[in-house]
Structures are given as structure tokens and as C-alpha cells.
């Protein structure tokens, strides 16, 4: 029987050369190919720079392209050699909201400081290091937007990614002063000094969620076969930390696949988390639209080829048809330890990527059983 499952890997610009140069990026496809791989997520929005060359960037910031690509387009060539061997592109917008790391807003918000997220004392919004745009403005929504529209108008890709900053905002934010007008105007009060207030948390997260519903609409303008993946990170937590309230963005739909961020550095702390999406935030009909994030690699951190294998056969016990790993140099420890792990194991039989649109159009309910019942079976058989 054919093997249909999301088979991805995050291409990074952080730690990792392979975007840099077009034999690096050929010889990155040439290997997940080998591996088993069926898609991969290059990144594009950095570091208030882009991957390819952006008309919107050009316009209002006068920065077309990273400076370490001019005269480059490392989207195209990443869509060329992905094609050649047969992978899925789907572009990746890493920074999304946020506006810079320790840089007190960067050249975004140094030419755009009307554009900057504000805490309750009324500073820059920054958390973990990440200074943030304010991800409820119309102005900074149609930006992001506009970055997104000439990726999918402009290249031959298979949809686009968001992830834990897009769409997101720090519940910290919020107390702008066109955001405290908006909501002086709904409640004829102003919003609590408490950011975690649970109302207010929703009211924020739910202007985000109206952007994604935009965002889903105009890139299926574009092509009704183009995916919307969100990697956020994992609810509530993301709600109460990022208003990313992704129940709803799965109830209503604007969603095509979702692989929220299980970053745990052991299997039962994954185990753990797989069960509550399972059994707690997905349903029959939109468990397939689930390929969990899973932490290859991150500074010195490996995953084990142990753990690797552990999650893979987890989650397809669990009827999760798919994973995505963070990230691609993960694969290249150790003289390819972990690609060798996966093409010899889980990853020997070729799969193909799910097509998304017949599963919107036509309903899953009937899927999962199916789904849980091979998961068991090939489980069983490499057991």
C-alpha cells in the first residue's frame, strides 16, 4: 500500500550555510531525496530581510534582498533543485512579526517606528530577546501580507508557512495607542493592565485570527491548491504567551497543515504532548491536517537516533501521518548519522506528500481509524 505522509525539514539561514550557494542547496535536495524526505521549508523573512528579491521590501524599506544573496535568489534556486528531485516547497516566514533580535527594533522600525508593538509602560514590545511590530495594525498586517502575496504570485511553490511569530504577538502587547482606541471604542473602557487577562487575550487573538483568515483567503485567490502551514507553538501555552489561538484557526478552517512546535529534549516529555493534541485538540477531521515540529537540532543539542525513531513511531501509533524536523544541519551530524537512521528505517519506503485540497474538499472523517490501523501495523512490523 502507498505511503502518504508529510515527510519535512526547515532549510535555516541560522547555523547552517546551505542557502548559500546554489551547489549547497542542490547537493541539500539531492540528499532528502535520498533520505525519504517529500517537502521542505526554506526560510524567506529574516532578520528584516528576504530570501528572494521583494518588491515590498524594496518600496518601503529599500532593502530588496539579504545582502549576503545579491545577485542571487536563493527561493528560486531552492524551487529548482526541489523540483528536480521530486520535494514540495513551501517557503518559510521565520521572523514574521517580530522586527529584530537585540537590536532595539532594527531598520524596520527605524524607518517605521509608528509600526512598533508597545507593552503596558508604553516600551518597545521585546521578549526573549525579540524586539516586535505590532501584529494587530492594519498597516504592519498588509506589509506582512504583501511579503507572502509576491512569494506565492512569483514562484512555483506549494503554499507558505507561519510559524510561532506569524501570526503572533507577545500578550504583552497591545497598548498602542491606535490598539487602545480600537478597544476604548468596543468596550467604552480601556483594555486591563493585566495582559493575561483571559477577555483581553482573546480579543487580541482574535484579530490575529481574522489577519490568518485574510491571509488563507488571498493566497487561495492566488491558487486554490496552495497550502497555509502554521507552525505555532503549542496551545494553550501559545495562547497565553503568543494569542495564538489555533482551535480556532482549525475550526474555522483557515488552516492547511499545522505542526505545532513539540520541542522537548526526551521522548516522554513528546509522548506526553502528542497525547493531549491527539485526544484533546484534534478531531477526526483535522488530525491529518497535523505533522508535528520536532527538535532535531538546536546549538550543541542532537536528537538521538533512539529518540528520533521513538517519536516517528509514536506519532504514527497516534494516526499523525507526518513530522516536520528543526532542522536540516541535524541531518548532517556525524557524517549523516541521522539521514542514514531514517533512510534505513522509517524513511526506506518512498511516501507521498498528502494532497490537502481533497481533504478540505471532500472531509476526513473516515480517515483516522484507517490511519491509526496502518500506524499499528507498521509499527508491529518494525518492531
Known amino acids: 500500500m502507498a505511503i502518504i505522509e508529510t515527510r519535512g525539514i526547515w532549510l535555516t539561514t541560522t547555523d547552517s550555510k546551505v542557502l548559500r550557494s546554489k551547489q549547497r542547496i542542490a547537493e541539500a535536495m539531492d540528499l532528502l531525496a535520498e533520505t525519504g524526505f517529500n517537502v521542505v521549508f526554506p526560510v524567506v523573512w529574516n532578520k528584516a530581510v528576504t530570501q528572494y528579491p521583494s518588491q515590498t521590501m524594496q518600496q518601503t524599506f529599500g532593502v530588496e534582498i539579504d545582502p ?9 534556486e531552492v524551487v529548482v533543485e526541489a523540483r528536480r528531485v521530486g520535494l514540495k516547497v513551501i517557503p518559510w516566514f521565520e521572523y514574521g512579526f517580530a522586527s529584530s533580535y537585540n537590536l532595539n527594533g532594527g531598520i524596520l522600525l527605524q524607518k517605521k517606528p509608528e509600526w512598533a508593538a508597545r507593552d503596558c509602560k508604553g516600551n518597545l514590545l521585546k521578549k526573549n530577546g525579540f524586539e516586535w511590530l ?80 485574510r491571509l488563507y483567503r488571498e493566497v487561495k485567490a492566488v491558487n486554490p491548491n496552495l497550502l497555509v502551514a502554521i507552525a505555532p507553538n503549542v496551545y494553550d501555552w501559545a495562547f497565553q504567551e503568543y494569542l495564538q489561538d489555533s482551535p480556532t484557526w482549525l475550526k474555522r478552517g483557515i488552516v492547511d497543515l499545522i505542526q505545532p512546535q513539540i520541542y522537548r529534549r526526551d521522548f516522554r516529555s513528546y509522548q506526553a504532548i502528542a497525547d493531549k493534541l491527539v485526544t484533546q485538540q484534534f478531531t477526526d477531521a483535522t488530525l491529518p491536517k497535523l505533522a508535528p515540529g520536532i527538535l532535531m537540532k538546536l546549538g550543541s543539542y542532537c536528537i538521538s537516533p533512539e529518540y528520533l525513531v521513538q517519536a516517528i ?64 501495523a507498521r509499527f508491529l512490523r518494525n518492531f
Do not use: M
Open 313 to 376: 513511531e509514536y506519532n504514527r501509533q497516534l494516526g499523525i501521518q507526518g513530522e516536520v524536523f528543526f532542522f536540516y544541519e541535524g541531518l548532517r551530524e556525524n557524517n549523516n548519522a541521522l539521514a542514514k537512521v531514517l533512510r534505513n528505517g522509517l524513511y526506506a519506503q518512498s511516501a507521498s506528500f498528502p494532497n490537502f485540497s481533497d481533504l478540505s474538499r471532500n472531509g476526513v472523517s473516515n480517515k483516522r481509524s484507517s490511519s491509526i490501523l496502518q500506524g499499528v
Open 68 to 76: 549576503l544573496c545579491v545577485g542571487r535568489d536563493p527561493l528560486e
Open 134 to 213: 505590532n501584529a494587530l495594525d492594519s498597516q504592519v498586517q498588509e506589509f506582512l501580507l504583501n511579503l507572502v502575496l509576491e512569494v506565492v504570485k512569483n514562484y512555483d511553490v506549494d503554499g507558505v508557512q507561519g510559524d510561532d511569530r506569524f501570526p503572533a504577538l507577545p500578550s504583552e502587547g497591545g497598548y498602542d495607542q491606535v490598539t487602545l482606541a480600537r478597544y476604548h471604542q468596543q468596550f467604552n473602557h480601556n483594555p486591563p493592565q493585566n495582559p493575561k487577562n483571559r477577555q483581553w487575550l482573546q480579543w487580541r487573538a482574535d484579530i490575529l485570527t481574522e489577519f490568518l483568515a
